[in-house]
Structures are given as structure tokens and as C-alpha cells.
């Protein structure tokens, strides 16, 4: 199977901690992307890395990609309650269809 | 608003019915996939569609069928829903190679 996996499986954290989840995955990739869903509720995006690229800023996120070590990870910085959530990581991997394969995902609890 | 719906939200159905999950989307996308969730766990593609008319199996196909006669319409049918389809369903479309955008997904338990 080419399905990424996230670790930790969950993590709890506080207000204003930083949160950091990884995602390994076995095949090599065209572009990682990780996703976050609220419960209840659709996947929304919330950034895309290339395999080209190694590490790439979106607010209060951060991405970094080591293709060598198929590995990824996701740091939230100064998190907010509102960050609850679970977070996937979804890889890319050939050139037709756009296809993704999700891992099962990081259950962030922020803590007021 | 442009974007992808799904409908119906939620269905319960009977075990050997035949159900239809809808889906359509405004950005004129050329691709097109339905994903399910089962509880607490990530997703996986049943089928996906690159472009009208040409559709092809993702990791769990078996016991639906999809049609693409329209680029905007990606609709998945379930032909004698079995307990084990019970999950939540999400359409979502993209380009190659860019950003796939999910609709809010279809809650459906077969009873």
C-alpha cells in the first residue's frame, strides 16, 4: 500500500503550544498535501509541498518535506482552540488523475 | 456560491436498495473523485473520473458504479447497499496536480 501514515495517531496540547504532526509515506510522490478536518465536516486544504520543495510557510504553518526519508511534517504554531481538528496528510503519487492517498490522520486537541 | 456540493447530506437506506449520491461542481474541474470515511480512520478513493465520459476504479470500487456525462456532475451509485457501506462519502474535484477541493460529504447508514 502506498498509504502515508501520520504519527502521532493524537496529541494534546495547550493554548499557545506548538503542535507538530509527521507523515511518512513508502513511494516516492509528485507533491504531499495536508488537509484538516473539523468534525462533522469536509476536508479543507491547507497546503501543498512538491517534491522539488523542502519546506514551505502558510500563516501559522509550516511544512517540510525530506524526500530521502519519505517523510513530512506539519508544525502549527501558537495554537488556538479553534486548531482542534483532525489533520491528514494525503500523497500524490504519479502524473495522471491527481490521485490522493490519505493516511488516517492526527486528532489535534487544543486546550484553552 | 461556486463550489461542489454534494447531496443528499444524510440517507438511511434499507440493506439491498439501490441509492444515488450526487455531486456537482462549478469550476469546470477536469477531475472528479468520490472518496468514503469510516468512522475514525482517513479516506479512500472509490472511483475517480479525469475527464467526461472516462472514469476509472480508485482502491474500493466494488459495489458502486459512477457515470460522468457532464464534466460538472460526478454521480455515485450504490447498487444493493450492504451494512458494510455505511460511511461518510466526499466527492471532491482539482486539476492536475493542484489543490482537491472536498464537498461537506454525504452521511449514509444502511440499516
Known amino acids: 500500500s502506498q498509504q502515508g501514515e501520520e504519527d502521532p495517531q493524537a496529541l494534546s496540547i495547550q493554548e499557545g503550544e506548538n503542535a507538530t504532526m509527521n507523515c511518512s509515506y513508502k513511494?516516492?510522490?509528485?507533491?504531499l498535501q495536508w488537509y484538516r478536518q473539523n468534525s462533522g465536516r469536509g476536508l479543507v486544504h491547507l497546503i501543498l509541498?512538491?517534491?522539488?520543495?523542502r519546506e514551505k510557510h502558510s500563516g501559522r504553518l509550516r511544512v517540510t518535506l525530506d524526500t530521502s526519508k519519505k517523510s513530512s511534517s506539519l508544525l502549527i504554531t501558537a495554537s488556538r482552540a479553534a486548531d482542534t481538528a483532525s489533520y491528514f496528510c494525503?500523497?500524490?503519487?504519479?502524473?495522471?488523475?491527481?490521485?490522493?492517498?490519505f493516511g488516517e490522520g492526527t486528532q489535534l486537541t487544543v486546550n484553552p | 456560491d461556486a463550489g461542489i456540493t454534494q447531496s443528499p447530506r444524510y440517507k438511511i437506506t434499507e440493506t439491498g436498495r439501490q441509492v444515488t449520491l450526487m455531486c456537482h461542481q462549478t469550476?469546470?474541474?477536469?477531475?472528479m473523485f468520490w472518496y468514503r470515511q469510516d468512522l475514525g480512520h482517513g479516506l479512500r478513493l472509490i472511483y475517480y473520473?479525469?475527464?467526461?465520459?472516462?472514469?476509472d476504479k480508485g482502491e474500493v470500487p466494488d459495489g458502486y458504479v459512477v457515470s460522468r456525462s457532464k464534466t460538472e456532475n460526478f454521480p455515485l451509485t450504490l447498487e444493493s447497499a450492504t451494512r458494510s457501506q455505511t460511511s461518510v462519502y466526499f466527492c471532491?474535484?482539482?486539476?492536475?496536480?493542484?489543490?482537491?477541493?472536498f464537498g461537506e460529504g454525504s452521511w449514509l447508514t444502511v440499516v
Open positions: 494525503a500523497t500524490e503519487h504519479d502524473t495522471s488523475g491527481s490521485r490522493l492517498t
Open positions: 473520473s479525469a475527464a467526461a465520459d472516462i472514469t
Open positions: 513511494t516516492s510522490i509528485n507533491n
Open positions: 471532491a474535484s482539482s486539476e492536475t496536480g493542484n489543490t482537491i477541493y
Open positions: 469550476w469546470s474541474h477536469s477531475y
Open positions: 509541498i512538491r517534491s522539488n520543495e
